[in-house]
């Protein structure tokens, strides 16, 4: 079974849809007690909203794979939010990275380049200011499950400069009920595993943000689209393409168990900091979008779902 939906929608909208749909389609046509869920992407965000708001349905999940997860957002449209973005900061991103990273390395690329110099700074960050803000205003303002991307670090920040009009008063208490889900993740999550359902978690690392956008671009440890401490729900990451260090030893927050190495080769990941450190994969050098395919991954994604001797 596959579940659809509106990506720049309404979180409260979706979670509800999710919900029907589990408990009135997929459970009374397979006849089945329990389901396992598979949230990818977007789907960690809309599955942090259904935990929360139907704790009762925790009854009925056999396991949960996700897969690059945005649990805590993107640090990108946090960054867009506050207004903390890149090109307003680094001539560096302005005239030298931004472009690159739309159009590739290419002749037309650089021509570009070339003819934004010749614009006043000013004049071109006032430009992208415009168009940034109108993208919000048109777009994410209207959208909850857009803001429910947002990472909890810089929500009160964002809430304060764009949802306090009357006029967003609807949107702001969705968000503000989303953000507390957020907040109750960690115990959701463990009442599943109380009533009996299993968890896994599949992230990508160590790969610059599509977009040099975020004012960390430089140094974020992301999936080109995430950064990993989001999917990863709170692993420890060295800065992009540096390690934790010689002698770094895991802080063991979620496992402690001296039988258990969970420091990765490269030294770059201490899973131990992350809710799940036992069951999750992590996978180095994997674009998020091109993550469909990676037939490792998926595969890797199949054999958990519907086999029991992966644990």
């Known amino acids: 079974y596959v579940f659809g939906y509106d990506s720049v929608g309404d979180i409260d909208k979706t979670t509800k849809e999710l919900h029907k749909f589990i408990t009135e389609t997929v459970l009374p046509q397979t006849g089945a007690d329990k389901v396992n869920i598979c949230p990818i992407s977007m789907g960690g965000s809309v599955a942090v909203s259904y935990l929360d708001m139907f704790k009762e349905d925790h009854a009925y999940i056999n396991r949960i794979v996700y897969i690059v997860p945005a649990i805590n957002g993107s ?4 960054d867009l939010l ?4 890149s090109v307003f900061t680094s001539d560096e991103a302005l005239y030298q990275d931004l472009m690159v990273n739309l159009m590739g390395d290419t002749w037309s690329t650089y021509l570009i380049n070339m003819l934004l110099r010749i614009l006043p700074s000013d004049v071109l960050k006032g430009a992208l200011n415009g168009l940034l803000e109108g993208v919000i205003e048109n777009v994410v303002l ?16 964002a809430r304060a400069k764009w949802l306090m009009d ?3 008063a609807s949107i702001r208490e969705k968000v503000d009920t989303f953000m507390t889900a957020r ?6 999550q463990n009442d599943i595993i109380a009533k009996g359902g299993r968890l896994y978690n599949i992230v990508t690392y160590d790969l610059p943000m599509m977009i040099p956008l975020t004012a960390e671009y430089k140094t974020s440890n992301t999936d080109c689209i995430l950064h990993v401490e989001s999917t990863s729900m709170g692993a420890t990451f060295a800065d992009l393409g540096q390690t934790l260090g010689e002698g770094y030893e895991a802080v063991g927050t979620y496992c402690s168990d001296p ?3 969970h420091l990765s080769p490269d030294g770059m990941v201490d899973p131990t900091t992350g809710l799940l450190p036992c069951t999750t994969w992590y996978i180095k050098n994997q674009d998020h979008e091109k993550l469909p395919h990676n037939d490792v991954a998926l595969k890797l994604a199949f054999d958990i779902m519907t086999d029991d001797k992966i644990v």
């Open 82 to 85: 506050t207004g903390n973005v």
């Open 259 to 261: 039988a258990h190495n």
């Open 183 to 188: 907040e109750n993740f960690e115990a959701n």
């Open 166 to 168: 009357d006029k967003y």
């Open 75 to 78: 640090e990108l449209v946090g």
């Open 142 to 157: 209207k959208s909850t499950q857009l803001w429910a991307t947002c990472p909890t670090e810089y929500y009160a920040e």
